[in-house]
């Protein structure tokens, strides 16, 4: 009997393999996936150290395509802080909900800890100083943002007690960026825990505003 050599390379009509077909995103989708991919590089890199090639191959995509939504690597990171900075003061503003001053203010020390925690990479990008003048904000302007919706409590509060309602702004700064500079020390450090670091930062916060004095001085000898 003679063996019939059979060439192993051939493959039967009905066993070609089939063309995966891809779907082709929206243009929304596409713009939402190019964000994402941003938000993560520039949380890692940096504005400088991230580039539209990076950008353009992460999503699979030509430079062109990152261009027509976004304009830009500028742009693109524009529209990544503006994102963050509205989802950080809702967050804020939505969590003030207690009635009593010192709840108000443990709110709002756990609004700011539950964005570090649950937006790390949004808190990385919006703690950097940002490289382009036409971004739509800064840290600096989001922190006196969060200040303002402050302000408002701690003037009722002063006014209360009958200290001067017009002195609430600058309380309300040195508390709001007393727990953001917090904040930035425990997005690395992450100890104690989040309970534990809201606990001691309301309990500076209360216990000097409990022990405020209604004409503060000077104990040393410049008086300007």
Not at 56 to 78: D, I, R
Not at 193 to 219: F, Q, T
Request: a neutral charge.
């Amino acid at each position: 009997m003679v063996a019939v050599a059979t060439d192993s390379s051939s493959t039967p009509s009905n066993d070609k393999p089939r063309r995966v077909r891809r779907t082709r995103m929206t243009g929304a989708e596409r713009r939402q996936q190019l964000l994402e991919i941003g938000r993560t590089l520039f949380a890692a890199k940096g504005f400088e150290g991230t580039s539209v090639e990076e950008i353009a191959a992460k999503a699979g995509v030509s430079k062109p395509v990152v261009y027509e939504h976004f304009g830009g690597k500028e742009g693109l990171y524009a529209v990544v802080v503006d994102r963050e900075m509205r989802c950080l003061l809702e967050m804020v503003t939505s969590s003030l909900t207690a009635g009593h001053p010192r709840e108000l203010c443990e709110q709002a020390a756990f609004a700011l800890l539950d964005y570090i925690e649950e937006y790390t990479d949004g808190f990385r990008i919006l703690v950097r100083d940002s490289p382009i003048p036409q971004s739509t904000g800064s840290f600096a302007s989001l922190i006196s943002d969060i200040a303002t919706q402050v302000e408002d409590i701690l003037g009722r509060e002063f006014k209360s007690r009958g200290f001067d309602p017009k002195l609430a702004p600058l309380y309300a700064q040195a508390l709001v960026g007393m727990v953001a500079l917090t904040g930035q020390w425990w997005l690395d450090v992450r100890k104690p825990k989040k309970a534990e670091v809201a606990a001691h930062l309301v309990n500076l916060a209360w216990h000097g505003l409990d022990g405020l004095e209604a004409k503060p001085h000077l104990i040393g000898r410049r008086k300007s």
